[in-house]
């Protein structure tokens, strides 16, 4: 009787063990809920890549406006085109990236470099930008770590593709006067457009980026 007992107790943390196992696909469901509940909370107007076009390649900052690419799932707003030019055809650069981190789905900032007060497990550090270099090449964009928290953080140096969309439709100058202003965006990027650890663990991020050339 106690062997049977014992039987059925392990059977039933089987299937308990099974009721609670996520599939891949409970995973991305889970993503996009949680998408839609952070547009919905932080009032996100989302328009079209043909509206977007027709307003000039612009996103209407009044009315919080986003624009959602349909092809890699990335959300954008322009907060500032920023001074310069962009990124020309067969041009190798380095970038000045200062950002913030947020986990949509754990509601939490989780890496940030545009702090002056930054704490990295525990304990203060300097606030370094990080610097990426970046390719364009046909109008696609490759890109790596150099430097930067991202990379100590990640441990890779592998940019997220998220982070590569904008740079179709911002200037990346440096700033030269007290008129000029790096460009910034604000992204929301799915997992499959993130860095690997967001990838792997199907996590949504939304970040807020600046981009200037380093010189």
């Known amino acids: 009787m106690k062997k049977i007992l014992f039987i059925m107790i392990a059977f039933a943390a089987v299937l308990s063990s099974c ?16 998408i839609a ?3 919905s909370d932080s009032s996100i107007v989302v328009i ?7 307003q000039g390649y612009t996103t209407n900052l009044s009315r919080n406006e986003f624009v959602k690419f349909d092809k890699s799932g990335v959300y954008m707003q322009i907060v500032r085109e920023g001074c310069g030019t962009k990124l020309q055809d067969g041009e190798t650069t380095r970038l000045v990236c200062r950002f ?7 509601d939490t900032t989780t890496v940030c470099n545009n702090n002056p007060s930054l704490y990295y497990y525990g304990r203060s550090v300097v606030a370094l930008p ?25 441990g890779s140096a592998s940019v997220p ?9 911002i200037k990346v100058g440096r700033p030269q006067s007290a008129t000029d202003d790096c460009a910034k965006v604000r992204i929301i990027v799915p997992h499959s457009q993130g860095h690997a650890t967001a990838s792997s663990n199907v996590i949504p991020c939304y970040y807020e980026i600046t981009y200037q050339r380093e010189s």
Do not use: C
């Not at 009721?19 to 949680?34: H, I, L, P, S, V």
């Not at 913030?100 to 754990?106: A, R, T, Y």
């Not at 593709?161 to 439709?169: D, E, N, Q």
């Open 37 to 39: 509940k952070f547009i």
């Open 161 to 169: 593709s998220g982070w590569l969309v904008p740079l179709s439709y």
């Open 130 to 154: 990080d610097i990426i270099q970046v390719t364009r090449t046909s109008g696609s964009f490759s890109a790596s770590f150099e430097s930067g928290i991202m990379y100590k953080v990640y």
């Open 19 to 34: 009721n609670d196992y996520e599939t891949y696909g409970d995973k991305k469901e889970k993503e996009r809920n949680a």
């Open 100 to 106: 913030s981190e947020f986990d949509i789905l754990d």
């Open 48 to 54: 079209t890549e043909d509206q977007f076009n027709q």
